[in-house]
């Protein structure tokens, strides 16, 4: 749980000095600190550039569980700051600005998402990693998109399971598996938004593109989509696909990355049902800026803080996952 006694304004409001070259000030302090910058796939592109490491949030959980820097940046939202500080408890874990929460995770409070649990005793619980340190307390194991699947599959198939927060992603999993997990009612304002319509129009002008959609989206959209994964896998897919188009629906982000390993094809963003907003991006994830990570890296903060009782709990699903997934090859 972020520390309320300690979260500044989000970040350190304050100019950069005139004239500065950025990149090379950024790198400048990351080499004194001996600082680690990890960015996620829906980071703007400059800062997806300056970063060590861009992935998702499984990649970021496994770099952040493995690093030897003694200060970790997570440009991303603050549960992913919240992870990582959990996994290494002994370093300094920063986001550029602590303001970047995530819809998703606010969806699911600790103490109604306690209450629910109560109420199906004998359940295994299942959290997705969009969730606050609270939740991870109250979870058995943690998931990502790209693991919920096998995860769910490794436990016996009688096992009753309350999956949490995101619906969409629990009533997909469920559709693969044959499982009727109970699933609690949280979405992601991003994947959610997205026009079945629109993405129908877009196909007619684009006949050849093929459509990648993240998990989260409604089922109406997984529906029509020709590939289904999580932003890593949807990467790999149109790295991997002999097609040249793609409509992609999900935080826009990822086709900066998907553009760099794959300069021959095209990537169009799957439009949001209002036209008017650009509701296919994060708004937390856009927080972060290279001013922000500036100033982050140089006064060291906005900082996280994690109380060692909920650390000691929500490191035990965290830590569940990744042996899974390691013993899984993911
Ligand atoms: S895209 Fe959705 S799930 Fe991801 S951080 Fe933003 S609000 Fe949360």
Redesign the pocket.
């Known amino acids: 749980m972020v520390d309320n006694n300690f979260k500044p304004a989000g970040f350190l409001d304050i100019p950069v000095p005139k004239g500065i070259d950025l990149v090379q000030a950024i790198n400048d302090l990351k080499k004194a600190k001996n600082a680690i910058i990890l960015a996620h796939y829906?980071q703007e592109s400059d800062i997806q550039d300056i970063a060590d490491f861009v992935g998702d949030s499984l990649a970021l959980a496994q770099w952040a569980a493995k690093t030897d820097a003694d200060v970790i940046v997570l440009c991303g939202?603050d549960f992913m700051g919240e992870t990582a500080k959990i996994l290494s408890p002994e370093k300094r874990v920063f986001v550029p600005d602590l303001n970047a929460g995530?819809?998703?995770?606010d969806s699911c409070p600790a103490d109604e998402f306690a209450a629910f649990i109560r109420q199906y005793p004998g359940h295994t619980v299942i959290s997705y990693v969009?969730t606050t340190a609270a939740v991870k307390t109250l979870t058995d194991v943690v998931v990502t998109s790209t693991n919920a699947r096998q995860i769910v599959d490794s436990l016996p198939q009688e096992a009753k399971i309350i999956f949490g927060p995101d619906e969409n992603l629990g009533n997909y999993i469920n559709s693969l598996t044959g499982r009727d997990m109970v699933l609690w009612k949280g979405a992601?304002?991003?994947?959610e938004r997205f026009s079945l319509e629109k993405i129908l129009e877009l196909k007619k002008k684009h006949p050849y593109a093929l459509i990648l959609a993240h998990p989260?989206c409604k089922s109406v959209i997984l529906k029509i989509s020709d590939y289904v994964g999580s932003t890593s896998a949807l990467l790999n897919y149109s790295i991997k696909s002999p097609a040249k188009e793609f409509i992609v629906a999900t935080?826009s982000g990822i086709l900066h990355e998907m553009q760099e390993k794959n300069p021959d094809k095209t990537f169009i963003p799957a439009p949001p049902n209002d036209s008017t907003c650009a509701c296919n991006e994060?708004n937390?994830?856009k927080l972060n800026t290279l001013e922000k990570l500036y100033n982050c890296l140089k006064y060291e903060i906005p900082e996280i803080f994690i109380s060692e009782e909920i650390q000691k709990k929500a490191i035990k699903p965290i830590q569940r996952m990744l042996e899974i997934s390691e013993k899984l090859g993911l």
């Open positions: 829906y939202v995530c819809s998703l995770a969009n992601c304002h991003v994947h989260e935080e994060c937390f994830m």
